[in-house]
């Protein structure tokens, strides 16, 4: 009899950590893995539906806690390996976001930093071998930086958030290459268009200019040049990259070398405004106000523009929104279905 095989997902207080959740909850090809769910807040576990069973969610384990606590770290990966089960994955989704870890230098540094490392030095020693993929960003990136950013432009941060995030990959290449773990660094694009609260995200606008208005609410942009272009993808092709990550071939990347530019779409605030229009009505793009914020700014000038994903799409298979206007829609069919 085949040991069980068990998945964690750190930060699944959040967006992603949810999504990718109730992704393999869907697909047949995890039915027999155990999720478990972690987050200093309590994890979000995914509902029945019509595509998940309620027999499925006695599979999927929260477990509340601090992931900064060695104590807890420690018996989160042993809760992994009960009654011998494989710990087959861990996606690391926890963090500080950028302009929280920018106004906080001190717990960027705790949880961005010595939380992962923390994790992964228990991942090592617990369960070696274990596949991790470490969720970084394309804020590893800094000016000047090329119109196209393609795989072998070097990251230069100009951000905490960015040069935290690279000390973490730093080290996963190097935890991969001695075989300590099988790693893959996955550097999201800015997800949009984001459900729920405003972050503490320096591209937060980013969904707010969408997500706010259609509420009834006014969101503040923090840069006035509508042709200001940001690189986003939207909730449900992340998810889809994700599974892709977890199912790949390990020698697709070189052993020293092991992140991947999640593919993403070009897109100006004017686009989004457009779409905004397009769904909401003039009425909407009324509650959209751009008072300038200078520090926000700074970091999100910093920030690539558009990628080279040839790489990502034609030879790794990962997938890529058609355009913003599908990013548009598929937030607005979420809240139909909520209706």
Known sequence: MCARKSILITGAGG???PLLATRLLRDPNYSQHTLYLTDLAPPIVPSASSSISPDRLENVIPIQGDITSPTFVSSLISSTLTDGARLEAVFIFHGIMSAGSEANFDLSLKVNVDSVRL???EIRTQAPGTRVIYSSSQAVYGQP??????DDVTPTPQSTYGAHKLMMETYINDLHRKGYIEGF???FPTISVRPGKPTAAASSF???IIREPLAGK??????EERSFRSYLSSPSTIA???VRVLEMDGNKLPEHRRGVNFPGISVSVQQLLDALEKY?????VGLVKEKRDEGLEKVLRSWPTDFDTSRAVGQLGLVVDEGVDGLVREYVESLKRKE
Do not use: Y
Not at 145 to 150: D, E, F, G, H, R
């Open 280 to 284: 909401g009505g003039k009425e909407t």
């Open 206 to 208: 980013l969904s707010g």
């Open 145 to 150: 930086l090329p119109a196209i950013v393609t």
């Open 185 to 187: 660094i996955v550097r």
């Open 119 to 121: 994790l992964l030095d």
């Open 240 to 242: 889809e990259n994700l």
């Open 15 to 17: 967006l992603v950590g």
């Open 218 to 223: 006014e969101c503040v942009v923090p840069i």
